[in-house]
């Protein structure tokens, strides 16, 4: 037994075992798979044929090993995607032996393997250099790899580095022109010194996934912030340490800013949920979608209207720049008249009972038959000898019988002032 075998096992084992006619049976249908016949030597232990799909997705395979190039290259000529996740991968010279014999590949995931140990020269990253899509995540890699690989990828456009634990980002001698999407979630970095760096580094970036980073505050002027990421289209902030009003105030000076997402930041903590998006909408006049839901027209007005009226009682010292911008363009509102639209549970209404009169609070949740209850030490009658008439004050139509026994009076709109009128049941 040699040392791959009790290590691990090979990347082609891993393939001959899942993607055997046994276990992956050939499907008919435009990109559903080819079948490739070896051209290894006789005797060659890989089975007669394999339908190998264009994405092979080998996830905890236990593979430690690249195996035979040959074979590799024999198979793998077409594939496109390898997701070689979860597996006991430890040597970058193995997984470039992978690698270089998948000449198409353009996207590869090595998430959970264990890298932070494994030294990467410049000439065994070139064997990367057709990849645009690379995931590390939760592989501990430290950012010298991370740069080589950077200086050896010129087609590079998206690159994960979750789950790393970061407190720092250490600056590349050289940029990476052509990364548009970073996500590095789920780390440790806690000054926005550490993000200055990741916009020196990429300047062509869209897109920055930061979530679950507790980022303290934006500590940049807007001239700064502008030059740093001229192409900035969409962040993610959820989960960050932001907790002043000025931070959200900073984001505006990102030129091509789209989209937002900011949930989970004490700064708002104390509002509800409504006036958390209409405060964030306003403030950010640029942003078309927030936590991913899309800001309509109708709905920026809406929310740019509530900001002002949210800060009419505030002091001159205390009003936001935005604020001042929004008076520009609405003029000074007046407070809207507060309406109570909650539902009523009581009425006080006028009981009427031949020529007897009397003011009564009823319940409007309880139904005509406890109305009848209520009402029996009122007029002296049994319940089963009452008729109850309910006139609205406010129309003009005639008394409305409350025939129904199980019915609620709040489906006949009782208001206060109304009248409930008592007819003792003809003998």
Request: charged share 25%.
């Amino acid at each position: 037994m040699d040392s791959s075998e009790i290590e691990g096992r090979t990347f082609m084992q891993a393939i001959s075992e899942k993607y055997s006619p046994e276990n992956f049976p050939c499907r008919r249908g435009p990109g559903m798979g080819v079948v490739v016949v070896p051209s290894g030597p006789q005797g060659s232990p890989m089975k007669d044929r394999l339908n190998l799909p264009s994405v092979l997705v080998l996830n905890g395979c236990g593979i430690s090993h690249a195996g035979d190039q040959g074979e590799i290259a024999a198979f793998c000529a077409h594939v496109v995607e390898l997701d070689l996740s979860h597996n006991k991968l430890q040597d970058w010279h193995e997984i470039s032996k992978i690698v270089s014999n998948v000449p198409n590949l353009e996207f590869l995931n090595l998430s959970s393997n264990q890298l932070s140990d494994a030294v990467l020269d410049p000439d065994c990253a070139k064997a990367f250099s057709s990849i645009r899509r690379f995931v590390l995540n939760n592989t501990q890699v430290s950012w010298d790899t991370v740069h080589t690989f950077t200086q050896e990828m010129p087609e590079l456009e998206e690159l994960f580095l979750c789950l790393n634990e970061y407190t720092t980002v250490t600056l590349a001698a050289m940029p990476c022109p052509t990364l548009r999407l970073l996500h590095i979630t789920d780390n440790n970095l806690h000054e926005w010194n550490e993000v200055r760096k990741i916009g020196s580094m990429f300047p062509a970036l869209d897109t920055l996934v930061m979530a679950n980073n507790n980022l303290n505050s934006i500590q940049e002027s807007g001239e700064i912030l502008h030059r740093l990421f001229p192409n900035l289209r969409s962040i993610n902030l959820h989960n960050s340490g932001l907790n002043r009003w000025e931070d959200i105030e900073k984001l505006t000076f990102l030129p091509k800013l789209e989209e937002v997402r900011l949930q989970g930041i004490p700064l708002l903590q104390t509002y509800t949920s409504t006036e958390r998006r209409s405060l964030m909408i306003a403030q950010l006049p640029s942003v078309t979608s927030l936590n991913g839901s899309v800001v309509t027209d109708g709905e920026r007005e809406d929310a740019e209207r509530f900001f002002i009226r949210y800060h009419l009682d505030h002091s001159e010292e205390e009003l936001p720049h935005r604020y001042h911008c929004l008076v520009t363009k609405y003029g000074k509102l007046a407070p809207l008249a507060e309406i109570d639209l909650r539902p009523r549970f009581h009425a006080k209404v006028e009981v009427r009972f031949e020529d007897k009169v009397e003011q009564v609070s009823i319940r409007l949740d309880q139904t005509v038959a406890e109305l009848k209850k209520q009402l029996k030490t009122v007029v002296q009658l049994p319940t089963n000898n009452m008729r109850l008439y309910y006139i609205d004050k406010g129309t003009a139509y005639g008394p409305d019988e409350l025939k129904y026994s199980a019915r609620a009076l709040h489906s006949y709109s009782i208001q206060d002032g109304d009248e409930i009128l008592v007819v003792p049941k003809a003998k």
